[in-house]
């Protein structure tokens, strides 16, 4: 079975997961579902990043000893991935052995190629990006990511030879156009490529929240050199060659706008130093603001995604964030929206479809579809078409057209049914035939149409399956399942999925927190 190995950034644990650090991932876990819709053996890897010196200080000013901090915030990101339906695989977090291991053979292997050397290192450094500044990226003395003032550093590092990669790393964007998506973001890096690259600082002096550097643990290994090491010591770097033989180089790392020169430029010439293959592919997706104002936990903007996953379940959070934001681009969360959409698409639509088909069959069929002998109807070239394009969309990374191609096959069913008529049909014994068809072809389309949200809204999908799937339907689905089945089946009524909200006007209290 073919592999494929994915990754979202690790997160900082300075405080809790907000909805921009939720978008990244229920993005990438829709990719990962996908994928294993696909029938791909599918490895998704997350993590938390805690080396941080803002890790550090959070953890001294709650006064909790920075491990123990780290350890509960472990606990506090699963259980909000958990019940926003995250279906990773591994969860690494860089205070682990198995990541120091990594760490450490990495820059190891970079010195043994001659790539480190010590030297001083003087200027603006922002932690709260934990990154070397330049005097050209600030603006008027601000990082102009955090709007705030850089500490100034002076101090004995380390030094790794970026300068040395530069045409290696052209080189491969060339050969490699799908390396860095979207086009937007690859545009930036060759930018910044043919600006020129300048050796970076690899390690910071009197430190001891970090790794130590392995030929001079006086210093720790600068956090991002840490950081995304983790890709390759989850799967076994350092550690377990098997595994790691297995699974490297990862297809896909998920990551945000703001971090593509760490994982386009830096991560790839330390692999090359390594000796390591590239991973395949990096997708740079936008950022998600709230009501039109940017969210970041330094910014003390943020909303907290279980506020919406307590309200309304996971899945119409998820669909909003994969339907309404093009992937790639920046997007906008409002109640307003959110609701205007939780009516529209799914307590209106997709909701109010599943619960007349099953009415009708009940009412008309007593539950029962038998397989329409003069099937399959016009809905099945629908399917077939809506399908496709589904798939095209996926394998490109547009997940907003894959739920745009599923949304296409509910309206279609809508327009179907108001089209066939079913109730008038019933009251014509002549036309029992074509009730039949009606009624099987409507239950079969929405069929098809789970099939195909099943990455995008896993709950619900499921229970959509149960109740129009009938025999043979599975809860992990596979893409064969939305081929069009002419078959008998079971219909089964239940609950309204997703109650009309009556008066869409609330917006929470809380709806902005201070982080
Ligand atoms: N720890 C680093 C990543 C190291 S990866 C080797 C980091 N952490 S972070 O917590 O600041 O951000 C984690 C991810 O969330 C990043 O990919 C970042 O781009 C993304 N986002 C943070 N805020 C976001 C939004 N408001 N919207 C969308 N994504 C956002 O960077």
């Known amino acids: 079975m073919a592999r494929y190995f994915l990754t979202t950034a690790i997160d900082y644990v300075n405080s809790r997961p907000h909805l921009g650090t939720a978008y990244e991932k229920i993005t990438a876990d829709v990719i990962a579902r996908y994928k294993r819709l696909s029938g791909f ?48 695989d591994d969860f690494i977090r860089t205070t682990e052995p198995r990541h120091r291991a990594g760490v450490t053979r990495m820059i190891e292997r970079m010195e043994a190629a001659g790539d480190l050397y010590e030297g001083f290192y003087e200027g603006p450094y922002c932690v709260s990006c934990e990154a070397f500044k330049q005097e050209k990226d600030l603006v008027d003395g601000l990082c102009p990511i955090h709007m705030t003032k850089p500490d100034w550093i002076r101090e004995k590092n380390h030094f790794f030879r970026l300068s040395k990669y530069q045409a290696r790393l052209q080189a491969h964007f060339d050969a490699h156009p799908e390396f860095l998506v979207p086009e937007v973001r690859r545009n930036e890096i060759l930018r910044l490529l043919e600006g020129g690259l300048e050796d970076i600082s690899i390690s910071r002096a009197g430190q001891h929240w970090g790794i130590p550097l392995p030929h001079d643990p006086s210093s720790v290994v600068y956090v991002w050199a840490d950081a995304l090491i983790n890709y390759a010591s989850a799967v076994g770097y350092g550690g377990d060659e098997q595994l790691f033989r297995a699974w490297w180089p ?5 990551i945000g706008k703001d971090i593509t020169r760490f994982h386009c430029v830096i991560w790839p010439a330390m692999l090359m130093s390594a000796g390591l293959e590239l991973p ?24 907290e995604p279980l506020e919406a996953a307590d309200r309304f379940g996971p899945d119409p959070l998820r669909l909003y964030l994969v339907k309404e934001i093009p992937y790639g681009n920046d997007g906008d969360f409002s109640w307003e929206r959110f609701e205007e959409r939780y009516n529209v698409d799914l307590a209106n639509n997709l909701g109010n479809l599943v619960s007349r088909v099953a009415a009708m069959v009940d009412k008309y069929r007593n539950g029962v579809l038998v397989a329409p002998a003069a099937g399959p109807g016009r809905l099945a070239q629908v399917a077939a078409e809506a399908a496709a394009a589904y798939g095209t969309a996926m394998d490109g990374f547009a997940l907003h057209e894959g739920a745009a191609a599923a949304f296409r096959l509910i309206d279609a069913t809508n327009e179907y049914i108001a089209e066939t008529q079913p109730w008038a049909l019933a009251k014509d014994p002549g036309r029992s035939a074509e009730l039949d068809l009606a009624l099987h072809d409507a239950a079969e389309a929405v069929r098809v149409a789970a ?44 609950e309204p999925l997703w109650p009309r909200l009556e008066a869409p006007k609330s917006t929470p209290s809380q709806g902005a927190r201070q982080s």
């Open 451 to 494: 099939v195909l949200l099943q990455p995008i809204m896993p709950v619900s999908a499921v229970e959509i399956l149960r109740r129009v799937g009938g025999t043979g339907t599975t809860t992990e689905p596979r893409i064969a399942d939305a081929a069009w089945r002419n078959a008998a089946r079971t219909i089964i009524k239940g």
């Open 250 to 254: 990862a297809n896909l790392h998920v």
């Open 41 to 88: 053996e599918t490895h998704f890897l997350m993590g938390n990043d805690e080396h941080s010196q803002n890790v550090y200080r959070r953890a001294r000013e709650l006064g909790e000893e920075p491990l123990a901090y780290c350890d509960r915030m472990a606990q506090e990101f699963r259980e909000v991935w958990a019940r926003l339906e995250i279906s990773f």
């Open 280 to 303: 395949r592919q990096v997708f740079g997706h936008g950022w998600v603001h709230f009501k039109g104002q940017k969210m970041s936990k330094s910014l003390g903007t943020v909303l």
